[in-house]
């Protein structure tokens, strides 16, 4: 199969996979027992004001008949407008640049990171290591999110005063928030690293390349931490992805202004076309991720194949 047709069909499930889920987030929201007229019009608001807000926003219409006309205007890439009146395209894109900031430098100190304590560890095992990793994994996975960054406020701008206690802007302003998602990305990652390489360093080919007199780190950098990246290449991807749909827990602990907030906000409000948006945009960027993470398999292991 060609690189054009791989491609095209890939596309074309990916098109189909988002149709799923603006229909399934469509179906869910008007499930809810709230009533977005009642939170636009207030619990006050007279009979005429309801329906003159239903009719305003076509909450008055079937369901099926509303999701018909937000597909038709999903066709001409117009994701519709809040229920502030703002369009929700210019709203994503005003928050998208600052979760993209943020999702990056956290997903690059996990990758980083974890591969490097993980090669670290799996390169010259030891009890102290292999302790060390191993007491890191667990603290740094069970550990909640949000209480790391309420922790890292308290020791780092409480008492220390040594950054901004929240907002963005500034390198200053993204070192908390990136160190807080660290402490768990970074342990899984090095846990995933050392399992695989750890397997790889016990392979023919590994052993082969050692008796020939290979540097030991040429054995290991590019013969075993080659195969060994295979899986993690497939968490990253997805784990980059769930980070841009936006990081729900740091954005609110150091009100960072990123999708993450945005959606917050959007459940809070009952703002339907603004849940769709906030939705379909992290929908869409699990889906390239995971076309990403198909194309980059054959160049890690030409063994692998686009099917």
Do not use: C
């Amino acid at each position: 199969m060609t690189l054009a047709v791989w491609l095209a069909k890939r596309l074309l499930w990916a098109g189909v996979t988002l149709l799923g889920v603006t229909l399934l987030t469509f179906l869910v929201v008007y499930r809810m027992p709230a009533d977005p007229a009642t939170l636009l019009a207030g619990r006050n608001a007279t009979p005429e004001l309801l329906a003159a807000v239903r009719a305003k926003h076509q909450l008055d219409q079937p369901v099926p008949v509303q999701y018909l006309a937000y597909v038709g205007r999903l066709a001409r890439g117009d994701l519709g407008r809040s229920y502030r009146g703002e369009p929700v395209a210019q709203e994503i894109a005003r928050r998208l640049p600052l979760t993209i900031q943020l999702a990056l430098a956290g997903w690059l100190s996990w990758l980083v990171l974890g591969t490097l304590f993980g090669a670290w560890v799996a390169a010259r095992p030891g009890p102290v290591r292999e302790g060390t990793l191993l007491f890191f994994s667990i603290l740094g996975v069970s550990t909640p999110t949000f209480w790391v960054g309420i922790l890292l406020l308290y020791v780092f701008v409480s008492q220390l005063r040594m950054f901004p206690a929240g907002g963005s802007g500034t390198p200053q302003h993204l070192v908390l928030p990136v160190a807080t998602l660290a402490v768990s990305g970074v342990a899984y990652y090095a846990r995933l690293v050392h399992s695989g390489l750890g397997g790889a360093l016990r392979e023919d080919y590994v052993r082969t390349a050692v008796a020939k007199g290979a540097p030991g780190r040429t054995v290991l950098f590019r013969h075993a931490l080659r195969n060994a990246l295979l899986p993690l290449v497939t968490v990253a991807g997805s784990d980059l992805a769930a980070l841009l749909g936006g990081v729900v827990f740091t954005e609110s602990v150091f009100h960072w202004e990123g999708m993450g907030m945005l959606a917050v906000r959007a459940v809070g409000e009952l703002d339907i076309p603004l849940i769709l948006g906030v939705v379909l945009v992290s929908a869409t960027f699990v889906v390239l991720a995971n076309l990403l993470v198909d194309l980059i398999y054959p160049l890690l292991d030409p063994r692998v194949r686009l099917q």
